[in-house]
């Protein structure tokens, strides 16, 4: 018996057909993550570098910063930061232990060596709490 390779098209086919489903159901996620938390208070110009646990980018304009006893803030950026919500990963540079409405961050694009995209000022941290708890006093 003789095996020939695949054509790259047949290959490239099962990739394409399940791209749509994967691109759905990220952004599925990202608006039941949106949606399910609400605003809990004034927003604020700064959080606490040492704090901070876990980033989530939700979009190209809105990131949580999720804090060390689980309190979650939403930043709004002003404008949309190109590639933000596709790379999901950005990095930042201060010189202070805080981070800051006028601060920047520079989307981080994966692959080899020290690739960049877009860089974006942040918006104020506006902190959240679950909607399931935002009838509660």
């Known amino acids: 018996m003789i095996l020939r390779p695949l054509p790259l098209a047949a290959l490239l086919l ?3 057909l399940a791209a749509p489903a994967l ?4 952004s599925e996620r990202r608006a039941a993550q949106m949606s399910a938390w ?4 004034d927003p604020q110009d700064c959080i606490q570098l040492n704090r901070i646990r876990e980033t989530r980018v939700l979009s190209d304009q809105v990131i949580d910063f999720i804090m060390d006893n689980g309190q979650l803030f939403r930043n709004t950026l002003p404008a949309k930061c190109p590639q933000l919500g596709f790379q999901e990963s950005f ?3 201060t010189s202070i232990n805080q981070l800051c409405n006028v601060d920047i961050i520079t ?3 994966p692959g080899i060596g020290p690739n960049t995209g877009a860089s974006c000022g942040l918006g ?3 902190p959240m709490k679950p909607a399931s708890t935002a ?3």
């Open 135 to 137: 009838g509660r006093g």
């Open 38 to 41: 609400v605003e809990a208070g």
């Open 91 to 93: 990095g930042y540079q």
């Open 124 to 126: 104020r941290f506006t």
């Open 23 to 26: 691109a759905e159901s990220r």
């Open 107 to 109: 989307v981080i694009i």
């Open 14 to 16: 099962p990739i394409a």
